[in-house]
């Protein structure tokens, strides 16, 4: 049908060879931490700016059972998954029923209670500190404190992932989403209970984004206190636009172009999140309609360059 | 046979009583038609009667059983579907993927909803293809739904509510904005579908009203003046009173 | 029983405050639509401009005039030269902006006035306290009461007894209208922004000789202000006095007796509100 799925798996094998394992590896979770926050943003039209909730409860709930109570890999990701998918149920509950701005702040108001818990909890989380010293169990054998490892691993839940997610936007599921996004007036019309879709919507990116939390934290061996900030949560949203929230591959490439970005910026400055904010500016007053939209103008650019 | 009732209903807006005390009978297969001015309460009557709006008071009854209160997206479900006056279509989707979504959300089942592919519903599908048959839009099931004419979105509009597979059909001025053209058009598809559903129409264009209807409810500041066949509502003085402020001309005159 | 009154006496105080933010950020996003992320970020360069106004000039009542002024003005430049291009632009992008903007602006006052935590004296005249009878109370959290009473008084009275007011409440409920009036719509927009900044900003002057100043007080009183306008809703000045001295009081009495817990409350009363009342307070839109 297309060359993206063969220019996704080229991208997972390449991808190794021309940049460091971690930073390779971090790509990919972010990629699905993208594509759970893209069923919100692109499909529903509801613009969560409170993903970091998910992603972080996720982190700091598997990582404190992977830390004292050795829990394999795979019981990680489940957990991380489930609480992923509770902590959008309980947030998604107070926020489908309000839209527009209020719905936003929600989103962003909810994030903070989370944040500021696991600021305070610091017998549990580590407070600022975070909470260091998380495993990466080794499994049949296999060894994923060894990054090559620990990266094919993670691409391959990346590659499920990609699949699962297109299989939801082409179920009836994906179109009635897009239905409201069309029109909640209609949708409700025809016959759909549009809270609760939205709510559905919210527990699906909610398991995605836990997914994404709990191989960030066993990536890195840490859950940072900004892994649940609004600081994660701005990021996943200037990824997924940058990308191109239209469509399913969007986020990935967003993904690419955010985590280059930011492993360039941090290490040009120690006040690098100023570089990140001026970034965010650019790109919404003149590339609005992300990398693809760029890409284009820049080939015309080109061409007209080079017919004169 | 009456369908779909209303007893006493009444909705208020503060101080403004929109819709009051309306009495209504729709008889299952019948063409009824609700006329009044503009702001006589026909669309708020609507809104009610599809759960957009909860009553103030009053009953609405469908096969006998209370369904007032019932939320919008449970109303399809009992067999109402609606048009709406303004359009109101999913304007990135494809004439048959807006055709599909109202197909499927009154559709057999809802098994699979969140991983078989939407083409693998073919009863769904053809479903949708017959609704959008109907209302004479299958060459363009591909276009989507923002590109295609002011009076093929007003069609589309009909689609999306007769692809719900409603018992009754509630249609707000359907051919509203439309050209005389268009309009002879949309009138002929209205009587097509007589007969196959029950259907209440809110329609400004007399000719039409008096050419389909079986029957006529005339409002008139929220409240119901008068009920008959076309011939009656075309002889009651007081609809012509409140219809053309007691200017004495024949009704059908008017809009013709 | 004391320091219960104390506390929600001190409640009192930062509920007004928060009530101003909200207020602010209610009427930006009334009026112009957009999810304002930098209003935080506005609030703590009203702050920092107090104490550098008052270190240039030596005035506190110089200062406390100067500062958030400033801090309109920047808000109508941000207006005029950013947020003025977004209006069709969809809350995605406007969010996106403002947010770059907030980091921008923390990340700019980390490098003006640098990262460590700074603290600022009331002026003279405000400093000690004074007796209540029950319990000996600071001067200068009675004078921020006082003043952030007033200035919400004035903001309600502008919005329902002036033309003006009247018009921008009108662009609450109806953007079309107000056009159709023939009124300057852009120019209402920008006003607005710079009143909503410079409630922003008289916020973080008065609060700077309250909690000192750090380069983080920004973002947690973003977080703030939209639970005020969540709670309270856009264009209600009583919801938002209501939100405010609600959220402020609650914090206020919940610190007295387990401070670890005294900001994660305002977001838990939040959240408890919605519970019953999805559609806030007044239940507003």
């Given at each position: 049908?297309?060359?993206?799925?063969?220019?996704?798996?080229?991208?997972?094998?390449?991808?190794?060879?021309?940049?460091?394992?971690?930073?390779?590896?971090?790509?990919?979770?972010?990629?699905?931490?993208?594509?759970?926050?893209?069923?919100?943003?692109?499909?529903?039209?509801?613009?969560?700016?409170?993903?970091?909730?998910?992603?972080?409860?996720?982190?700091?709930?598997?990582?404190?059972?992977?830390?004292?109570?050795?829990?394999?890999?795979?019981?990680?990701?489940?957990?991380?998954?489930?609480?992923?998918?509770?902590?959008?149920?309980?947030?998604?509950?107070?926020?489908?029923?309000?839209?527009?701005?209020?719905?936003?702040?929600?989103?962003?108001?909810?994030?903070?209670?989370?944040?500021?818990?696991?600021?305070?909890?610091?017998?549990?989380?580590?407070?600022?500190?975070?909470?260091?010293?998380?495993?990466?169990?080794?499994?049949?054998?296999?060894?994923?404190?060894?990054?090559?490892?620990?990266?094919?691993?993670?691409?391959?839940?990346?590659?499920?992932?990609?699949?699962?997610?297109?299989?939801?936007?082409?179920?009836?599921?994906?179109?009635?989403?897009?239905?409201?996004?069309?029109?909640?007036?209609?949708?409700?019309?025809?016959?759909?209970?549009?809270?609760?879709?939205?709510?559905?919507?919210?527990?699906?990116?909610?398991?995605?984004?836990?997914?994404?939390?709990?191989?960030?934290?066993?990536?890195?061996?840490?859950?940072?206190?900004?892994?649940?900030?609004?600081?994660?949560?701005?990021?996943?949203?200037?990824?997924?636009?940058?990308?191109?929230?239209?469509?399913?591959?969007?986020?990935?490439?967003?993904?690419?172009?955010?985590?280059?970005?930011?492993?360039?910026?941090?290490?040009?400055?120690?006040?690098?999140?100023?570089?990140?904010?001026?970034?965010?500016?650019?790109?919404?007053?003149?590339?609005?309609?992300?990398?693809?939209?760029?890409?284009?103008?820049?080939?015309?650019?080109?061409?007209?360059?080079?017919?004169? | 046979?009456?369908?779909?009732?209303?007893?006493?209903?009444?909705?208020?807006?503060?101080?403004?009583?929109?819709?009051?005390?309306?009495?209504?009978?729709?008889?299952?297969?019948?063409?009824?038609?609700?006329?009044?001015?503009?702001?006589?309460?026909?669309?708020?009557?609507?809104?009610?009667?599809?759960?957009?709006?909860?009553?103030?008071?009053?009953?609405?009854?469908?096969?006998?059983?209370?369904?007032?209160?019932?939320?919008?997206?449970?109303?399809?479900?009992?067999?109402?579907?609606?048009?709406?006056?303004?359009?109101?279509?999913?304007?990135?989707?494809?004439?048959?993927?807006?055709?599909?979504?109202?197909?499927?959300?009154?559709?057999?089942?809802?098994?699979?909803?969140?991983?078989?592919?939407?083409?693998?519903?073919?009863?769904?599908?053809?479903?949708?293809?017959?609704?959008?048959?109907?209302?004479?839009?299958?060459?363009?099931?591909?276009?989507?739904?923002?590109?295609?004419?002011?009076?093929?979105?007003?069609?589309?509009?009909?689609?999306?509510?007769?692809?719900?597979?409603?018992?009754?059909?509630?249609?707000?001025?359907?051919?509203?904005?439309?050209?005389?053209?268009?309009?002879?058009?949309?009138?002929?598809?209205?009587?097509?579908?007589?007969?196959?559903?029950?259907?209440?129409?809110?329609?400004?264009?007399?000719?039409?009203?008096?050419?389909?209807?079986?029957?006529?409810?005339?409002?008139?500041?929220?409240?119901?003046?008068?009920?008959?066949?076309?011939?009656?509502?075309?002889?009651?003085?007081?609809?012509?009173?409140?219809?053309?402020?007691?200017?004495?001309?024949?009704?059908?005159?008017?809009?013709? | 029983?004391?320091?219960?009154?104390?506390?929600?006496?001190?409640?009192?105080?930062?509920?007004?405050l928060?009530?101003?933010?909200?207020?602010?950020?209610?009427?930006?996003?009334?009026?112009?639509?957009?999810?304002?992320?930098?209003?935080?970020?506005?609030f703590a360069v009203g702050a920092y401009l107090m104490v550098s106004a008052i270190?240039?000039?030596?005035?506190f009542?110089?200062a406390l005039?100067?500062a958030?002024?400033?801090?309109?003005?920047?808000?109508?430049?941000?207006?005029?030269?950013?947020?003025?291009?977004?209006?069709?632009?969809?809350?995605?992008?406007?969010?996106?902006?403002?947010?770059?903007?907030?980091?921008?602006?923390?990340?700019?006052?980390?490098?003006?006035?640098?990262?460590?935590g700074i603290s600022q004296l009331p002026?003279?005249?405000?400093?000690?306290?004074?007796?209540?009878?029950?319990?000996?109370?600071?001067?200068y959290?009675?004078?921020v009461?006082?003043?952030?009473?007033?200035?919400?008084?004035?903001?309600?009275?502008?919005?329902?007894?002036?033309?003006?007011?009247?018009?921008?409440?009108?662009?609450?409920?109806?953007?079309?209208?107000?056009?159709?009036?023939?009124?300057?719509?852009?120019?209402?927009?920008?006003?607005?922004?710079?009143?909503?900044?410079?409630?922003?900003g008289i916020a973080g002057a008065l609060t700077a000789p309250i909690r000192g100043l750090s380069?983080?007080m920004?973002?947690?009183?973003?977080?703030?202000?939209?639970?005020?306008?969540?709670?309270?809703?856009?264009?209600?000045?009583?919801?938002?006095?209501?939100?405010?001295?609600?959220?402020?009081?609650?914090?206020?009495?919940?610190?007295?007796?387990?401070?670890?817990?005294?900001?994660?409350?305002?977001?838990?009363?939040?959240?408890?509100?919605?519970?019953?009342?999805?559609?806030?307070?007044?239940?507003?839109?």
């Open positions: 049908m297309n060359l993206k799925i063969p220019a996704i798996v080229a991208a997972v094998v390449l991808l190794p060879l021309v940049v460091r394992h971690a930073i390779a590896t971090e790509i990919w979770i972010f990629a699905i931490f993208g594509l759970g926050l893209n069923l919100l943003l692109g499909y529903t039209g509801l613009l969560s700016f409170g993903q970091s909730t998910f992603f972080g409860s996720a982190a700091y709930v598997a990582g404190f059972l992977l830390k004292h109570y050795a829990i394999n890999v795979f019981a990680a990701l489940g957990i991380g998954i489930g609480v992923g998918a509770a902590s959008a149920l309980l947030v998604g509950y107070l926020c489908v029923q309000r839209s527009g701005i209020y719905f936003i702040m929600l989103t962003f108001a909810l994030n903070q209670l989370f944040y500021f818990i696991a600021y305070q909890w610091t017998t549990v989380t580590g407070g600022e500190d975070g909470m260091p010293g998380i495993p990466r169990p080794a499994m049949f054998g296999i060894d994923f404190r060894d990054p090559l490892n620990y990266y094919i691993f993670v691409s391959v839940l990346f590659l499920i992932s990609l699949w699962v997610m297109k299989r939801v936007v082409e179920s009836p599921l994906g179109r009635i989403l897009q239905a409201i996004r069309e029109n909640e007036v209609r949708a409700e019309a025809v016959g759909y209970n549009v809270p609760r879709f939205k709510l559905l919507a919210f527990v699906i990116g909610g398991a995605f984004s836990g997914m994404a939390g709990v191989l960030y934290a066993m990536l890195f061996g840490i859950v940072p206190l900004e892994a649940i900030s609004f600081v994660f949560s701005g990021n996943v949203v200037f990824a997924t636009l940058i990308g191109g929230s239209g469509s399913l591959y969007g986020p990935i490439i967003g993904s690419f172009v955010f985590i280059w970005l930011s492993e360039s910026v941090s290490t040009m400055w120690a006040r690098w999140p100023l570089l990140l904010g001026v970034a965010f500016v650019i790109v919404v007053l003149f590339f609005r309609g992300g990398v693809v939209e760029a890409w284009s103008r820049f080939w015309l650019w080109q061409s007209s360059r080079q017919k004169t | 046979m009456a369908i779909l009732q209303t007893e006493n209903l009444t909705k208020a807006f503060g101080a403004l009583t929109a819709v009051n005390g309306v009495t209504l009978s729709i008889e299952a297969g019948s063409l009824h038609s609700i006329i009044g001015p503009n702001g006589a309460g026909k669309t708020t009557l609507f809104n009610l009667l599809t759960g957009t709006f909860v009553p103030t008071s009053g009953r609405i009854l469908l096969d006998g059983k209370e369904i007032t209160g019932t939320p919008a997206h449970r109303i399809a479900h009992l067999g109402l579907a609606r048009s709406f006056q303004r359009t109101n279509v999913f304007p990135a989707f494809s004439l048959l993927d807006n055709a599909w979504a109202a197909a499927f959300a009154t559709g057999p089942s809802w098994k699979g909803l969140l991983w078989k592919k939407t083409q693998r519903y073919t009863e769904v599908t053809g479903r949708a293809r017959q609704a959008l048959s109907d209302v004479g839009l299958s060459s363009k099931e591909n276009q989507l739904a923002r590109e295609i004419s002011h009076g093929e979105q007003r069609q589309l509009e009909l689609a999306i509510a007769l692809a719900a597979a409603p018992r009754v059909l509630l249609l707000d001025e359907p051919a509203a904005g439309l050209s005389p053209e268009e309009t002879r058009k949309m009138v002929a598809l209205v009587r097509g579908l007589k007969g196959r559903y029950t259907i209440v129409l809110i329609e400004h264009k007399m000719d039409i009203i008096m050419s389909v209807s079986d029957r006529i409810s005339v409002m008139h500041f929220g409240a119901l003046i008068a009920e008959g066949t076309p011939e009656e509502i075309q002889r009651n003085p007081e609809v012509r009173r409140a219809y053309l402020g007691g200017v004495p001309t024949a009704l059908g005159g008017v809009a013709a | 029983m004391n320091l219960l009154f104390g506390q929600i006496l001190n409640g009192v105080a930062t509920g007004m928060y009530a101003l933010m909200g207020l602010g950020l209610a009427l930006i996003a009334g009026i112009l639509n957009i999810p304002n992320f930098a209003h935080g970020a506005l270190g240039a000039v030596g005035n009542w110089v005039v100067v958030p002024l400033g801090v309109a003005l920047l808000g109508l430049l941000i207006e005029y030269l950013g947020i003025r291009r977004l209006y069709a632009a969809g809350h995605d992008y406007q969010l996106l902006f403002t947010f770059g903007l907030s980091l921008i602006i923390a990340e700019g006052i980390i490098l003006i006035w640098g990262p460590v002026p003279q005249i405000l400093r000690g306290g004074v007796d209540l009878g029950f319990t000996f109370y600071p001067k959290r009675l004078f009461m006082v003043v952030a009473g007033l200035l919400v008084v004035a903001t309600w009275l502008f919005l329902e007894k002036t033309r003006y007011g009247a018009i921008m409440r009108a662009g609450i409920e109806n953007k079309e209208m107000v056009s159709l009036l023939g009124i300057d719509i852009h120019r209402l927009f920008t006003v607005a922004f710079a009143l909503g900044a410079y409630l922003a380069p983080g920004g973002v947690d009183m973003l977080g703030i202000a939209f639970v005020v306008v969540a709670l309270g809703g856009m264009g209600n000045v009583l919801g938002a006095i209501a939100a405010g001295l609600l959220i402020g009081v609650a914090q206020a009495v919940v610190a007295a007796y387990w401070t670890e817990a005294s900001v994660a409350v305002i977001y838990l009363v939040m959240a408890a509100v919605l519970v019953f009342r999805p559609q806030g307070l007044f239940g507003i839109r």
